[in-house]
């Protein structure tokens, strides 16, 4: 939805940049919002032995190895991904890498406090998604209205 409003704010013409689009929704949901869950998953696995001892690491479904394994395959298929849009979607795609280790893990694990942790939460999800439309769809730097838009939604 961030990644589809991005786009909407910038008045570019979607019909014409179809391939853009597409690239943009697989980048922003399936691969990036993907990569920031698995990370999550790795970095909660002792909390989610006590609390939700079914979730795949603690039950023993998957090995913390191949947890790993799932979330640098997803950065780096959404870094190619994030790169055939444009390098600034790129760009964007890494700060979006950084924010869900921030947010997850250490040493800063920015859960632990309700202000950094949801900050993070808004920008990763909204923001990011919100900028990776914008400049995907513009193949360069959007007006300043979008990326204030981006930065409000968040």
């Given at each position: 939805?961030a990644?589809?409003?991005?786009?909407?704010?910038?008045?570019?013409?979607?019909?014409?940049?179809?391939?853009?689009?597409?690239?943009?929704?697989?980048?922003?949901?399936?691969?990036?919002?993907?990569?920031?869950?698995?990370?999550?998953?790795?970095?909660?696995?002792?909390?989610?032995?006590?609390?939700?001892?079914?979730?795949?690491?603690?039950?023993?479904?998957?090995?913390?190895?191949?947890?790993?394994?799932?979330?640098?395959?997803?950065?780096?298929?959404?870094?190619?991904?994030?790169?055939?849009?444009?390098?600034?979607?790129?760009?964007?795609?890494?700060?979006?890498?950084?924010?869900?280790?921030?947010?997850?893990?250490?040493?800063?694990?920015?859960?632990?406090?309700?202000?950094?942790g949801?900050?993070?939460?808004?920008?990763?999800?909204?923001?990011?998604?919100?900028?990776?439309?914008?400049?995907?769809?513009?193949?360069?730097?959007?007006?300043?209205?979008?990326?204030?838009?981006?930065?409000?939604?968040?």
């Open positions: 939805w990644f589809a409003c991005g786009v909407v704010s910038t008045g570019e013409d979607i019909a014409s940049n179809w391939s853009i689009l597409l690239r943009g929704v697989i980048l922003a949901g399936p691969l990036m919002c993907a990569m920031s869950q698995t990370m999550n998953d790795y970095f909660d696995r002792e909390v989610d032995a006590i609390n939700e001892p079914d979730r795949p690491i603690p039950a023993g479904k998957i090995s913390k190895q191949a947890s790993w394994l799932i979330t640098f395959g997803l950065i780096l298929t959404g870094f190619l991904v994030a790169w055939s849009i444009h390098p600034y979607v790129m760009m964007i795609a890494f700060a979006g890498v950084l924010m869900s280790h921030a947010y997850s893990g250490p040493p800063i694990r920015a859960k632990r406090n309700g202000w950094f949801n900050l993070i939460v808004g920008l990763a999800y909204e923001g990011v998604a919100w900028l990776t439309g914008s400049f995907a769809i513009t193949q360069g730097v959007p007006a300043a209205e979008s990326i204030a838009l981006a930065i409000i939604f968040s």
